[in-house]
């Protein structure tokens, strides 16, 4: 069973930028579509981003259109979320969600996700 482990957070000024990893403990990804979710405090856990196995289909929430970037290396079993021009809205802990084993299509869909890693903490301050 893979298991998502995250890294990269940090504390950031405001219009910095930072790169999320994800990487497979325990297994691979490589045939999963991979989703990147946040949750602030106090609030609900939202879609951030995801990508297909093939990396033809992407989405992104409109809030971060333009300025978060998702990528994925198979070889390499890594996927990654450039975000640039960060903002303090964008304070929250960011997790990594893996679809089942041959599940490639990317969805924006929480409840499609059946691994998550503990998630990595991003502070965007003002």
């Known amino acids: 069973q893979v298991q998502p482990v995250e890294s990269g957070g940090g504390l950031v000024q405001a219009g910095g930028s930072l790169r999320l990893s994800c990487a497979a403990s325990g297994g691979t990804f490589s045939t999963s579509a991979v989703g990147w979710f946040r949750q602030a405090p106090e609030k609900e856990r939202e879609f951030v981003a995801s990508?297909?196995?093939?990396?033809?289909?992407?989405y992104y929430v409109d809030s971060v259109k333009g300025r978060f970037f998702v990528s994925r290396d198979n070889a390499k079993n890594m996927v990654y979320l450039q975000m640039n021009s960060l903002k303090p809205e964008d304070t929250a802990v960011y997790y990594c969600a893996v679809r089942k084993k041959f599940q490639p299509m990317a969805t924006m869909t929480s409840r499609d996700y059946d691994y998550w890693g503990q998630g990595t903490p991003v502070t965007v301050s003002s």
């Open positions: 990508i297909s196995w093939s990396k033809v289909a992407i």
